[in-house]
């Protein structure tokens, strides 16, 4: 998980707002954006996105992970993602901030690419990616006889 300070122009005031915002990809999440890529490898992945030269294929790639990763703290100390407030996030100005962070500062970028799996989510990618990495067609089967 990683907490994001966000500054940004309020559209209504115009005045300068300042607030927190948390971005975090489950084991479910890193297991649904592996399914995009064919050869199960996170870094050949996004390499390969970047790579493209592709504008929109790059933007859409960091509106995922983004739409996919905010949310916020319950006061119970929970971690929730309800849909409308990723599609508000979106929307906000706070947003607009984040996508400019991201593409212009590459450091930043990886940092909060790394943050948003976290550690031992980043350790579950890699197993993650060894077994969609078994591409040699056999499908274990871990029925008794």
Do not use: C
């Not at 350790?123 to 993650?128: G, V």
Request: net charge negative; proline share 2%; no cysteine.
């Amino acid at each position: 998980m990683i907490k994001r300070i966000l500054t940004f122009e309020d559209p209504f005031t115009e005045e300068s707002v300042t607030q927190d915002y948390y971005f975090h990809l489950s084991k479910a999440d890193i297991i649904r954006i592996m399914g995009r890529d064919r050869e199960g490898d996170w870094e050949k992945y996004v390499q390969n996105v970047v790579d493209s030269g592709d504008s929109d294929t790059i933007f859409n790639f960091i509106e995922d992970i983004i739409k996919q990763s905010v949310g916020k703290r319950t006061p119970d100390g929970l971690f929730v993602k309800p849909r409308d407030y990723a599609e508000a996030f979106v929307a906000s100005e706070a947003y607009g901030e984040l996508v400019v962070e991201l593409i212009q500062n590459e450091k930043m970028a990886e940092e909060f690419f790394r943050g948003v799996v976290g550690k031992k989510g980043f350790e579950q990618k890699k197993h993650l990616e060894s077994v969609a990495g078994d591409k040699g067609g056999k499908r274990h089967n871990h029925r008794r006889k």
